[in-house]
Every structure is written in C-alpha cells, then in structure tokens.
C-alpha cells in the first residue's frame, strides 16, 4: 500500500504577502530599510542625497517628507498584493515607484535644475500610474498612497517652474514690485 503525501507550503516568515500583522510593518518598514542601505552605499562611493526643500523649509524636513512616503507606500503594496492578478499587478507597479523613490535622492544630486524636474515629473507619472491601478484593487491602498504622491507632485511642479523660469501666479516670486 502507498502512503499518501501530504503537500506542506513552505512560506516564508517574511513574506510580505501574508495578511497578517507581522507582514504589514514588514512591508511598511522593509523600504526604508532598504533606503538606509542605499544611504550607506552611497556615503561609502562619496555622494549624497539631495531632498527638496522650497521657500527657505530646513532640508530634513524636505528628506523626512519624501522618506515618509515608503513606509505609506509599503503598506499600500501590502494592501493589494493579496487581491488576485490586478492586486498583484498593482503591486508591481507599487514596488517600481518605491524603487524609484529610493533611488531619486542619489541620482539626482549632480544633475542640472531642468534634468532634476524631470525626472521628478517622471517618477510621479510612475506614481500617478500607480495610484490608478491601486485604486482599481482597493481604495484604502489608493488613499494610504495620496500623501507621498501629493508631496511628490509639489515638489515635481516647484522644481519645474524654477527651472524654466516661471512662477505660478501665487508664488512668492511674484510679489516683488
């Protein structure tokens, strides 16, 4: 007589699919884990990280405002990571925009104005790409995602009218007589 085999699923304990409470401060602290690895690589090869700052705010709360988005981010990965092929196709596109939300700090500091802008309106159609999709699979996603892109958006919009020259009609720069 044959013995039956029992299927045993090997997971992970890190596993960042799970949905449970362990998963999501994994998922939601896993980006900034990585962000402070790529802080230490970079500080070793001698660069460092360039954060927006405008109208005279102290450049870490620039960096504490852009690096608040990955854990937000992180979560809402987590949120629709378990939602069939949508939710994991979302979550793709949840783990490109925190890579390049890493990543931006560190390419960006020897580029030129313009080039900065746009890569950062780059990353935020990467962004506003996102939101879209997620928003398809779960609105409390899209809503966790809003804050970092809003950010984003700002400082993308700012960054652009700076370097080309313009200022918007309620900016400071228009002011002056």
Same mark, same amino acid.
């Not at 709360?61 to 939710?87: E, I, M, N």
């Given at each position: 007589? %044959?013995?039956?085999?029992? $299927? ?17 401060? +994994? ?5 900034? /884990?990585? !962000? ?8 070793? &090869? ?5 954060? !927006? ?15 608040? %988005? =990955?854990?937000? !981010?992180?979560? $809402?990965?987590? @949120? ?10 979302? &979550? ?14 560190? #390419? @960006? /500091?020897? =580029?030129?104005? =313009? ?6 309106? &780059?990353? =935020?159609? +990467? ?7 997620? &928003? ?19 400082? %993308?919009?700012?960054? #652009?009218?700076? /370097? ?14």
């Amino acid at each position: 007589m %044959a013995a039956k085999a029992i $299927a045993i699923p090997q997971v992970s304990a890190l596993d960042a699919d799970w949905h449970d409470l362990l998963s999501l401060m +994994v998922s939601a602290a896993l980006p900034l /884990a990585l !962000f402070i690895l790529a802080n230490g690589a970079a500080h070793l &090869a001698g660069t460092q990280a360039l954060f !927006f700052a405008p109208f005279g705010m102290p450049s870490w709360l620039g960096a504490v405002l852009h690096l608040g %988005a =990955l854990p937000l !981010f992180g979560a $809402a990965r987590w @949120v629709v990571a378990g939602k069939g092929r949508a939710g994991r196709n979302a &979550a793709w596109w949840v783990s490109g925009l925190m890579a390049g939300t890493i990543a931006f700090p560190f #390419l @960006v /500091a020897p =580029l030129d104005s =313009l080039t900065l802008s746009a890569i950062a309106m &780059a990353l =935020l159609i +990467v962004g506003l790409a996102s939101i879209a999709r997620v &928003a398809r699979v779960s609105a409390l996603a899209a809503l966790l995602m809003a804050p970092g892109l809003l950010w984003m958006g700002f400082s %993308a919009l700012i960054g #652009l009218s700076f /370097a080309g020259g313009w200022s918007p009609p309620f900016g400071l720069t228009n002011g002056q007589n």
